[in-house]
C-alpha cells in the first residue's frame, strides 16, 4: 500500500474516532430537549394559574364579605409563585446543562476542524510534490501493464473523492460550529430573561406574603365573627348534605326494589313448568349499596380507572377551602369541616362534569341549587348553581356544561361546591380530580 492510501486510511479512522465522540454530548442534548419543552408547558400552565387568580383577587379586593377567600387565594397565589420559582430554577439548570454540552461539542468540533485541515493540508501538500503524476492522463498511460493501469485509475479515483470529501466536511463541521455557537448565544439570552422573570416572581412573592400577614392579622382580630360565620356556613352545609344523603339512599333503595323485581319476574319466567316448590334466592344487600346493571358496572369501572385524571368541575378557578376537618390556616382557633373543595370563580362560569353519568337529581336545598351525576357506584355533586342546563334522567358527557356558577350568599363571591360520593358517603375529591 503506497502513503497516499495509508494517509487517507489514517484519516478516516480519526474522524470516525471523532464522529463517535461527538454521538453520546448530542444524544443528551436530544434527551434533554423534551424535558425542557415540558418545563416551558408547565411554566405556561402556571402563568395562567397565577394570572387567573390575580384577576380573582383583583375583582375581590374590595369585598369586605370575602375576608377568608381573600385569605385562601393569596395562599393558593403564594404556592403558584414559589411553583414559579421552583420551575424557573429548573429551567435555568437545564439552560445551564444545555449550554455545558454545547461547549463540549463546540471544543470536539474545534478538534476536529484541526484535524480535518491538517488531513487536508497535507493531502494538498503531496498533490503539489506529485502534481506530474498526479496528471490523470500521465498517471494512467505510465502503467506497466494493465492490471497496474486499472489499479492506477482506481487509486486516483479515491484519491479525488477524498479531497472533495474532505473539503466537503471542513464546510459542514464550520457550519455545525456556526449553529452551535448561535446556539449559545440565544441560550445566555434565554438564561438572562428566565433570571429576570425569576427576580420578578420573588417579588410578587414577597408583596403576597406581606398581604397575607395582614390579611391573617385581621382574621384573627375578627375570629368570633368569622367563626359565627363559619359555623351559620357549616350548618348549612350539613343539612344539605344529609339531604342529598336522603335522597341518594332513597335512590339506592329505589333501584334496588326494581332490579329485585325484576331479577324475580325473570327467574320466574324461566322456572315455569318447573316443581312448585322451587323458590329463587338472591344474596342481601345493604340499603346503601347499589345494585348495578351490566352497563352501570362498565361505567363505574371506567370511573374508578380515571381516579385521580378526572377534569376539574371548572374550567377555570382557584380552590379556596379544601376537604377535610382542619384548623383555619390563619386563624387556628377556627374549625373547618369541609366534605368537598370549594372552588372560587367568576361570574357566569360554567359548571361541567367531571365524567360521563347519569342526572340523578336536580335539587333546590335551601335556596341553592345542586345536580347529582351517578357514574355506577359513585355520584358526583355540584352545589351552588345559578341556572342548570339539565334535568333528571339526562345523559351527560365528560365536561359537558350543567349549568352556571351562582353567588354565595355569606361572601358575595362566587364559589362552586363540588363532593364525589360512594355510594351514600363522601370520598376526597383532591384524590380524584387531576393535579393543576
Request: proline share 2%.
Amino acid at each position: 500500500m503506497d502513503n497516499s492510501q495509508l494517509l487517507y486510511g489514517r484519516k478516516g479512522f480519526r474522524i470516525l474516532i471523532v464522529v463517535l465522540a461527538l454521538a453520546f454530548p448530542m444524544l443528551t442534548f436530544a434527551q434533554s430537549g423534551k424535558s425542557s419543552a415540558q418545563l416551558k408547558k408547565d411554566k405556561q400552565k402556571l402563568e395562567n394559574e397565577i394570572a387567573n387568580t390575580q384577576k380573582l383577587l383583583k375583582k375581590n379586593e374590595s369585598n369586605q364579605k370575602a375576608a377568608v377567600q381573600q385569605a385562601a387565594l393569596l395562599r393558593q397565589q403564594i404556592r403558584n409563585h414559589e411553583k414559579m420559582i421552583t420551575n424557573l430554577n429548573s429551567q435555568i439548570i437545564q439552560m445551564e446543562d444545555e449550554q455545558e454540552q454545547n461547549q463540549q461539542e463546540i471544543n470536539q468540533l474545534e478538534k476536529r476542524l484541526v484535524y480535518m485541515k491538517s488531513d487536508y493540508a497535507q493531502v494538498v501538500y503531496n498533490a503539489y510534490r506529485n502534481r506530474r503524476l498526479l496528471d490523470k492522463v500521465t498517471f494512467i498511460l505510465a502503467a506497466d501493464d494493465f492490471s497496474q493501469m486499472f489499479r492506477r485509475m482506481r487509486y486516483y479515483a479515491i484519491f479525488s473523492r477524498n479531497v472533495r470529501q474532505q473539503s466537503e466536511q471542513i464546510q459542514k463541521t464550520t457550519e455545525e460550529l456556526t449553529k452551535k455557537n448561535e446556539q449559545i448565544v440565544v441560550l445566555k439570552n434565554d438564561k438572562l430573561n428566565t433570571l429576570s422573570s425569576k427576580e420578578q416572581e420573588i417579588k410578587s412573592l414577597e408583596s403576597d406574603r406581606k398581604k397575607k400577614t395582614q390579611n391573617a392579622e385581621k382574621l384573627k382580630k375578627e375570629s368570633q365573627k368569622l367563626q359565627a360565620d363559619l359555623n351559620k356556613k357549616q350548618k348549612q352545609r350539613k343539612e344539605i348534605d344529609a339531604a342529598i344523603q336522603r335522597a341518594v339512599k332513597a335512590e339506592i333503595a329505589k333501584a334496588n326494589a326494581e332490579r329485585s323485581k325484576s331479577s324475580k319476574s325473570s327467574s320466574g319466567k324461566s322456572s315455569s313448568g318447573s316443581s312448585s316448590t322451587a323458590s329463587t334466592t338472591t344474596s342481601p344487600k345493604s340499603s346503601a349499596s347499589i345494585s348495578l346493571t351490566p352497563e352501570e358496572k362498565t361505567l363505574n369501572t371506567s370511573f374508578v380507572n380515571n381516579k385521580g385524571k378526572l377534569p376539574w368541575p371548572v374550567a377555570k378557578g382557584a380552590k379556596v377551602s379544601d376537604f377535610g376537618n382542619y384548623p383555619h390556616p390563619d386563624v387556628p382557633s377556627v374549625m373547618i369541616d369541609n366534605h368537598g373543595i370549594d372552588i372560587m370563580v367568576e361570574s357566569g362560569t360554567p359548571v361541567r362534569a367531571v365524567f360521563e353519568g347519569v342526572v340523578t337529581g336536580v335539587m333546590n336545598i335551601m335556596g341553592t341549587t345542586v345536580v347529582m351525576v351517578r357514574h355506577g357506584e359513585y355520584l358526583t355533586v355540584y352545589q351552588n348553581l345559578a341556572t342548570t342546563s339539565v334535568k333528571k334522567g339526562d345523559k351527560v358527557s365528560t365536561k359537558q356544561t350543567i349549568g352556571t356558577v351562582a353567588k354565595s350568599a355569606t361572601s358575595n363571591t362566587y364559589e362552586l361546591h363540588f363532593e364525589i360520593w360512594k355510594n351514600d358517603h363522601y370520598v376526597n375529591p383532591n384524590e380524584w380530580l387531576a393535579r393543576k
